[in-house]
Each structure stands twice: as structure tokens, then as C-alpha cells.
T-cell receptor, first 116, second 112 residues
Framework: EAQVTQNPRYLITVTGKKLTVTCSQN?????MSWYRQDPGLGLRQIYY???????DKGDVPEGYKVSRKEKRNFPLILESPSPNQTSLYFC???????????????FGSGTRLTVV | TQLLEQSPQFLSIQEGENLTVYCNSS?????LQWYRQEPGEGPVLLVT?????EVKKLKRLTFQFGDARKDSSLHITAAQPGDTGLYLC????????????FGEGTQLTVNP
């Protein structure tokens, strides 16, 4: 089954304790992205990657890191989490495109992170 | 400032009613997508529109892209409880590498 798999689904952690949220896709997609979803703010892009070893900042990158060493994996790293990073996080992937975007994202099921 | 404004934010209707959700922007998009999200899950793509004035139908859902490619609408005919969910529009611009910008969403509840 074509899917994006995120782990963990739920995570409660303390301020300052480094954590990694994993993301893996089995569709051979070039493009991967991380979003956070907050009430009243919608989905905001954190980082994206257009291919292996190519990553770039989205709209809200502060406090986050990513890496893309393999095509299928795109982990999100919080080196020193703070309470304002409490949110619902989604990883997504899609095929590369030229011209108008014709391909939709496939999203993971989300990771609900609470930083206390 | 939200680049894509969706209205209404919340909509609660009875089964069998029709409804329209709007997605508006002052920017021109090369393509626009609609997603539906259910509780505890990620958004799922419903449709992509790329041509100004384009209309696409998906069973009881009708999607329209504005002539100027700045706005879109989603019309649902004879809504059913299974249509309940968060409807998100998302626009992409070729000049920004086709990155998607999402609206805040419209939370639709269809009561039996």
C-alpha cells in the first residue's frame, strides 16, 4: 500500500530534550515536506526537500532541523524543544513536477507532540 | 496575513442540504488543490485544478477554479454525514517551486 509513515503518533516530552520524528514513504517520491497544524493557523510548512541532500526552509523553520540522506526518509529533528512547538505535525510527499502542480501530496497520519 | 482565505470557517447543516465553501486570495496561483481531513488523520487530496474557469466533478462534489485563478469554490449537493470533515484548499505557484500554501480550512458537520 502506498503510504507515508510517521512515528511516533503521540509524544509528550520536556523542554530541551532532543527528539526526532521519523517519516518514511514507499512511493519513490522526490519531494517531501513537513507541516505543522495549529488551531486558527492552518497547515504551515516547516521544511521541504526536492530530492536527496536537497532541503530548504519553509515558512516556520525556526527550532527545527531536517535531513534527506535517502530518498524514502525525511526525519524532523527538534534539538531543544520548547512549549511553543506543541502541535500536530504532518509529513507529506509527492512526485516532482515541472509546470503547474498536477500531483497532490500524500500525507502521513500525523504526530501529536506536546512539550511541557 | 493568510494568503488563502476560506469561508465559512465552520458550517453545520442537515443531511440532504446543499452547501458551498469558498477559497479566496489576492494572489494568482498556477494550480489549486482541495483536501479533506478527518479527525486523527492527514489530509487526503480530492482534486487539482489548473486552468482558469475549470470545473471538476467528483460524485456530489463540484470544484471550480476562478477565471483569474485567484479563487475557488467547492459545492456539495445533498450532503451526507460521511461528508463531515475539515476541507482545505491549497494553492501553488510555479515561481515558488510549486510549494503549497494552505488555507485555514472549513469545518463541515453534516447532521443526520
Amino acid at each position: 500500500e502506498a503510504q507515508v509513515t510517521q512515528n511516533p503518533r503521540y509524544l509528550i516530552t520536556v523542554t530541551g530534550k532532543k527528539l526526532t520524528v521519523t517519516c518514511s514513504q514507499n512511493m519513490n517520491h522526490e519531494y517531501m515536506s513537513w507541516y505543522r497544524q495549529d488551531p486558527g493557523l492552518g497547515l504551515r510548512q516547516i521544511y521541504y526537500s526536492m530530492n536527496v541532500e536537497v532541503t530548504d526552509k519553509g515558512d516556520v523553520p525556526e527550532g527545527y532541523k531536517v535531513s534527506r540522506k535517502e530518498k524514502r526518509n525525511f526525519p524532523l529533528i527538534l534539538e531543544s524543544p520548547s512549549p511553543n512547538q506543541t502541535s500536530l505535525y504532518f509529513c507529506a510527499s509527492r512526485q516532482a513536477t515541472t509546470g503547474p502542480l498536477n500531483y497532490g501530496y500524500t500525507f502521513g497520519s500525523g504526530t501529536r507532540l506536546t512539550v511541557v | 496575513t493568510q494568503l488563502l482565505e476560506q469561508s465559512p470557517q465552520f458550517l453545520s447543516i442537515q443531511e440532504g442540504e446543499n452547501l458551498t465553501v469558498y477559497c479566496n486570495s489576492s494572489s494568482v496561483f498556477s494550480s489549486l488543490q482541495w483536501y479533506r481531513q478527518e479527525p486523527g488523520e492527514g489530509p487526503v487530496l480530492l482534486v487539482t485544478v489548473v486552468t482558469g474557469g475549470e470545473v471538476k466533478k467528483l460524485k456530489r462534489l463540484t470544484f471550480q477554479f476562478g477565471d483569474a485563478r485567484k479563487d475557488s469554490s467547492l459545492h456539495i449537493t445533498a450532503a451526507q454525514p460521511g461528508d463531515t470533515g475539515l476541507y482545505l484548499c491549497a494553492g501553488a505557484k510555479e515561481t515558488s517551486g510549486s510549494r503549497l500554501t494552505f488555507g485555514e480550512g472549513t469545518q463541515l458537520t453534516v447532521n443526520p
